[in-house]
């Protein structure tokens, strides 16, 4: 099942037409959100993302569209032999059918998708970078549209070269992020992240896991940008997104990595998810 503007329907009855906006030109966005256990994680930070994602591509925000009520159309559409799993879902918002470029209205659909999340940490996990086509800086690359065909070459790169993930540069030849994930570099007792202004994706558990650094004296955090040579020179390397949490790299070419930090910072963030409907 799956939700279409409210109504609960099968996959195999939901169709899109050939003006579908979001299939023609990627006038979309969406959110990825883990719920646990019926807790949607860390819910007020997505809605507040989506709301701040519909500002600034000029889409119709619905005044049906509150927190309360996205949340129970997320919970809603779970089915009973999910309940009480780890859940991952996609609320895609993408104008309705009409236009060319320029679209005939700005209201908007939606979609909830619902698919039981079975992601587990690995203990080996490596990264190269993809050069090929770069992710340019600014605020539009911040938000999760559906426009992915970077992320989805380099994806296809990855699984011809039998690596774990991607990293991409933006036209500075900087580090922007992982094909699915931001990314942070530990060096002694630094941690990097890049800056949003570098062109990576403004991610929830991004913004937890800055916040958890914030709060340890022994780290200092900083959003910068960030060049591959700072890679090779790491301690360690760790991917974060609202599915995998945390996972650790430990290799990147020929460097290889400890995982301490990451980990440890995996166990906190768990427990953020734990209480974040306290």
Known sequence: MLNYNGNLIYKNNFFVTTNNRAFKYGDAIFETISVINNNVVFFEDHYFRLMASMRMLRMEIPLKFTLEFIEQEILK???NQLENK??????????????LYTPKTNKVDYVIE??????????TYQIDLFKDFYNYSGLLSTIKTTNRMLNTLASIYKQENELDNCVLLNENKGIVEATN???FVVKGNEIKTPALTEGCIKGIVRKKVIEIIQKNKDYIVTETSISPFEMQKADEIFLTNSIIGIQPVTKYR?????TEIGEKLLANLKLQQIISKA
Request: hydrophobic share 25%; proline share 3%.
């Open 77 to 79: 559409t779970i089915p």
């Open 86 to 99: 780890n859940i991952r879902i996609r609320l895609s918002v993408y104008r309705k059918d009409g236009g």
């Open 114 to 123: 619902v698919s039981e999340n079975t992601y587990q940490t690995k203990d």
């Open 181 to 183: 994930a931001n990314i």
């Open 254 to 258: 020929k460097k290889e990595f400890k």
